[in-house]
């Protein structure tokens, strides 16, 4: 079996990469191939004539969405297109939780993607991501310095995982058969509140930290003014206006059953992070 995964250079696509390490023949697919751990091809979502040379021979395809937002129609269609022309066996398409009923900003991407694929009549699986909970810690020593964790999710609930926990789940699925035409809803065995979360930095690093609410609007300009641009604040406040109403207090096992563990919690997270 020949797997390829794209977008291999980014943290999720390494991680899937080193899941896969040891199966016959696994691929990754970037637009620095130079920079990947293994064998690679060169494919770029923004050149549609890369692709279906960079899919061909392939009979598992984990497609990693793209990272930019207001980008992924035309990409994404590309990836697709490139995919039915390279006869592709299946589509392993990592998208997020309940896309099509999802009111999150970047939800309905991920719903017309879904749709493109399903459209496209080869066999698929959707792995949809909840948060990552490296989402959280990407400024730690800020966070920790000043002592206090914005947003505006209020009491929603998140499901959120780590990266490695997403990526054996993704790894499991494309070299395994019988997930064809599967839908996978995947996140944390344990949801939390962004005030726990706080709690938890507070025990793993012996720091006070505490959860500070904030209207949408306002945290869009917070986010702004340490550096965030404007049209991507709002997206990530909005995300969070939805978080606090339910949009991610979505728990169902998926992701434990396909690794075949529990998932990572908050708590064990942390503790193999330093300040």
Known sequence: MTITVTGATGHLGKLILAELKGHDDVRGVARRPEAVDGEARYGDYDRPESLVEAFEGTDALVFISA??????????????????????????????????????????????????????????????????????????????EHGVVLGSAGDGRIAGATR???????????????????????????????????????????????????????????????????????????SDGEISKGALDVVTGDLSGLIGRPTTSVEEFLAGLER
């Open 164 to 238: 490695a926990d997403f990526a054996a789940a993704a790894a499991v699925v494309a070299s395994r058969d019988g997930h064809e035409n599967r839908i996978y809803e995947l996140g944390g065995d344990r949801a939390f509140t962004m005030t726990e979360f706080a709690a938890a930095l507070t025990e793993r690093f012996q720091t006070p930290v505490s959860y500070r609410d904030l209207p949408v609007d306002d945290y869009a300009n917070a986010l702004a003014g340490f550096g965030v641009p404007a049209g991507f604040a709002a997206v990530l406040a909005q």
């Open 67 to 144: 990272s930019e937002f207001g980008k992924r129609g035309p990409q994404h269609r590309a990836v697709v297109e490139a995919a039915v022309a390279a006869k592709v066996g299946r589509i392993i398409y990592t998208s997020i939780t309940r896309a099509d009923t999802n009111p999150i900003p970047i939800s309905p991407d991920h719903k017309a993607t879904e749709e493109l694929i399903q459209a496209s009549g080869l066999p698929y699986t959707f792995l949809r991501n909840n948060w990552y909970l490296e989402n959280y810690t990407g400024n730690l020593a800020g966070t920790l």
